[in-house]
């Protein structure tokens, strides 16, 4: 009981001193506080950067493997030259190849870029307006006897210059009112004719739901369209009967020089929509221009690669991939937490530095105090226990402090460092309470091994007692 008791006294004496300790020590664990905030909120900020990029992979032709194990051939021309073809053809994946490689627990999601040519009836196609010797010819829904004569060739050649069979008679199915093409997205960034500058929307808004579409300037000019206005569109086959209406929500202004026009073709035609409206039209034809697989982690790329090769994919594909863009995401939060642990580090070290000198000022200060105590019979390990107590109250208040003070500027400082991260709550995390905790807890125990080194070396002979036993 007197310990408790000539612990409150010398707290209330020694005003000035603890005041000191108390506001050393209210700083020191703030700042851990805060910096180990941030440390443990830049982490999971990191985490959820990588659970929203993941990794993005596109599947494309190992040609290295593909050249060593299928050479490409040399043939000798009429005219004595040389030309090296590669007689086998690798068949593309289609669109039902990419949605059963999609169904995977390795991706995360899929961006996919299709396209469709469209008919129509009501609608009037787009004048290119090139230069004589650029016009654009469209071949299709030609005869075969039409093919022969335009190309010049007989049937043989017609397949060899289409392909196959099967694309020779897809021409020849296409219907002779097909004015255009209709471009189907999973995802905004894949439109990179408008992140380019070719192409800029200039009224309105994006297709976000199936059935909404946006068209050019000249295209909507052509047709008198406006915002709101619907339009009826069919598939380019002749077997596509069935039309489907698209309501337009934004119209949008080409940028392409005359060159790129000419080589385009109906650029001013192409109707811009979501991929579920392509996919879900029941057009013929369509192509899958680009699908690229959004996969948890790079570490899922193998494994991949292995379940799609298994579901049917040729063995001379491969997925190209790259973590560039996947750490690139997450570089700056690492900094930041690195940065903001070497500052706990730091921070903890100077302070426990700092309580630990005016703790052994404290004992010099104090060693008259001491001798009495030890004379009127207190044992070493009260003496102990009564200034490990003043540390610790002191240390407690400390610490109930920092918390709300972390707790208050927490958030305002994450806000400006990390931004306004959604999904990541940047109130003050319980572990950086426990930590500070954890420090409170241990900076009187590094004290107090100081208090006794102090001792055995400067007071131990002034005031004549053997320290040896205390811990």
């Not at 805060?34 to 599947?59: C, E, H, M, P, W």
């Not at 493997?65 to 590669?86: H, L, T």
């Not at 390990?381 to 009564?386: C, D, H, P, T, Y």
Request: include cysteine.
């Amino acid at each position: 009981m007197y310990i408790l008791k000539n612990l409150w006294k010398n707290l209330r004496r020694n005003k000035g001193r603890n005041f000191m300790v108390l506001m050393i020590a209210l700083l020191t664990l703030t700042s851990v506080t805060l910096s180990f905030s941030i440390k443990t909120i830049s982490d999971l900020a990191v985490t959820r950067y990588k659970n929203s990029f993941g990794v993005q992979a596109n599947i494309t032709v190992d040609w290295e493997k593909f050249n060593n194990e299928i050479p490409p051939v040399e043939r000798v021309n009429a005219d004595g030259s040389i030309s090296v073809e590669q007689n086998y053809e690798l068949p593309a994946p289609e669109l039902a190849d990419y949605l059963k490689y999609a169904d995977s627990a390795h991706v995360k999601r899929t961006l996919y870029d299709a396209s469709v040519a469209f008919a129509s009836d009501t609608l009037i196609p787009v004048p290119n307006n090139l230069r004589p010797g650029a016009e654009i010819v469209d071949i299709g829904g030609m005869t075969l006897d039409e093919l022969k004569k335009f190309f010049n060739e007989d049937e043989a050649g017609l397949k060899e210059i289409f392909g196959s069979t099967e694309e020779l008679q897809k021409v020849m199915d296409t219907k002779r009112n097909c004015i255009g093409t209709l471009w189907g997205f999973t995802d905004l960034s894949l439109l990179t004719d408008f992140t380019e500058g070719k192409r800029k929307l200039e009224q309105g808004e994006f297709p976000g739901e199936q059935g909404e579409c946006i068209v050019s300037t000249v295209f909507a000019k052509q047709n008198n369209l406006e915002i709101g206005d619907t339009i009826s569109v069919s598939g380019p086959n002749k077997a596509d009967t069935e039309e489907i209406t698209l309501k337009v929500t934004g119209i949008y202004a080409d940028y392409f020089s005359e060159a790129s026009a000419a080589e385009l073709g109906m650029i001013y035609a192409d109707v811009i929509t979501t991929f579920d409206t392509v996919m879900n039209s029941g057009f013929h034809d369509i192509s899958v221009n680009d699908a690229t697989f959004v996969l948890n982690t790079p570490d899922d790329a193998p494994l991949f690669l292995k379940e799609i090769h298994d579901k049917g994919l040729n063995e001379y594909y491969t997925l190209a991939y790259s973590t560039e863009d996947y750490e690139a995401n997450t570089k700056p939060l690492k900094n930041i937490s690195r940065i903001a642990k070497a500052f706990t580090l730091a921070a903890g070290v100077i302070g426990a530095a700092i309580l630990l000198l005016i703790s052994c000022f404290n004992i010099r200060e104090r060693k008259y105090e001491i001798g009495v105590l030890r004379a009127m019979g207190m044992k070493k390990a009260g003496v102990a226990k009564g200034m490990v107590y003043e540390t610790l109250i002191l240390m407690f208040i400390s610490f109930v402090l920092s918390v709300f003070l972390g707790g208050v500027i927490t958030k305002p400082m994450t806000a400006a460092l990390l931004g306004n991260l959604e999904g990541v709550n940047q109130t003050l995390p319980p572990v950086a309470i426990l930590f500070s905790a954890c420090l409170s807890y241990h900076w009187p125990s590094v004290c107090w091994r100081g208090f006794v080194l102090y001792l055995r070396l400067c007071v131990m002979n002034r005031c004549g007692f053997s320290w040896k036993g205390i811990r």
